[in-house]
């Protein structure tokens, strides 16, 4: 899958992400955890996250730029954004 | 205008990002007072407002407690929450919904999903007064925004939201600056309602023309959520659920509907209804996203089936 966004830009929207999932969730979780499938997050908790790094972080989301059939975690959730044209 | 209220007493009710947006909106607006949050999930505190679940809300105690806070105005948006006429009465009407669709065609659930389906180039969001019936309450502000030739059912959705909450911003800093708020009824005959059920069916048929069909698939297509009603889908011959995310115009063919065409660029191209052909771009089975490689195994598959 492409993953061209830049790294800086990722990092960014890596570092929102945890501060979202961190009020969103008490469990333990790094930038691997699959969050679906360990339950941390349900959909409407997955579509305020993509909309608040969405609004913090100017980038929107692109969910084509990668393939989430093996988990949805932070790691590849970072990677579907991408800075807004 | 002056801000005439020195303390406009406003509750709210929403779920998700616009909800606490809106929340966190009134309570930090000059003029105006955050008098309580119902929320299913409560994701953001603002300081000692009391947070309580829709369902106290409607609840006879909940309605008892409204009367107790007498809030002016109750603001709603992101929620299914019917409010009962006791709850309406309580809050002497003023109770606004922000509806995630132009009214009044299109009124009810997933109205989005089908604006796409249609064909629509626009969209919007609608301010209106809550009264017994769904939706059909006069509208107090509506904002039109265009739909993208790349929008999904989640992308459109959540501009909706986005936008919902900066319409219902607007409309409040109106409220707070003792704005007499213009009201159009709607037609009753006008108003459309779409409901769940309506919108269950994700089976995709040939023999409709290409346009609708991409419309289809894109409506569906709530990735990497789980759609709230259909992903667009057919069986291969093998008994595989093909589920369909994006497809494009591949051109014409005197092909049957349904045939395929062989593979472009590593992906199906299968003839529609109107003698124009879709290259289906993006597709998965079992979760998994479907590459030239699976592509040829699958309808290997389908060819010994």
Known sequence: MTTTIQKPYRDNVLAL????????????????????????????????????????????????????????????????????? | MSRAHAGLRILVLGNGYAGARVAGMVASLPGAELAGFATAQPTAEF???????????????????VRARAPEWLLCINTTVLLPSALLDALAGKALNCHPGPLPEYGGLHAHQWAIRHGARMYGVTVHRI?????????VAIRRFPIRDSDTGLTLFRTALVQGVLLLTTVTTRLVDGEMLAETRQDPHALRLYRHREALDGRIDWRLPARALIDFVRAGNYEPLQSPTYTASFVTPSGATVEVLRCAPAGETRAAPGTWLGLHAGAPVIACGDGQALTLVRARVDGRILNATTWRDLIREASHA
């Open chain 2, 131 to 139: 009264t017994p019936r769904l939706d059909a309450g006069p509208i």
């Open chain 1, 17 to 85: 992400l945890t501060v979202f999932m961190q009020r969103a969730s008490a469990a333990p979780f790094d930038d691997a955890t699959p969050l679906l499938e360990a339950g941390l997050l349900d959909s409407q908790a997955l579509l305020d996250l993509i909309l608040e790094v969405e609004n913090a972080s100017g980038c929107v989301f692109d969910p084509e730029r990668v393939d989430f059939a093996d988990g949805l975690t932070l790691h590849r959730l970072a990677s579907a954004f991408v800075p807004a044209q």
């Open chain 2, 47 to 65: 300081g000692d407002v009391p947070v309580i679940s829709p369902d106290f809300l409607i609840s006879p105690p909940g309605i008892a407690w």
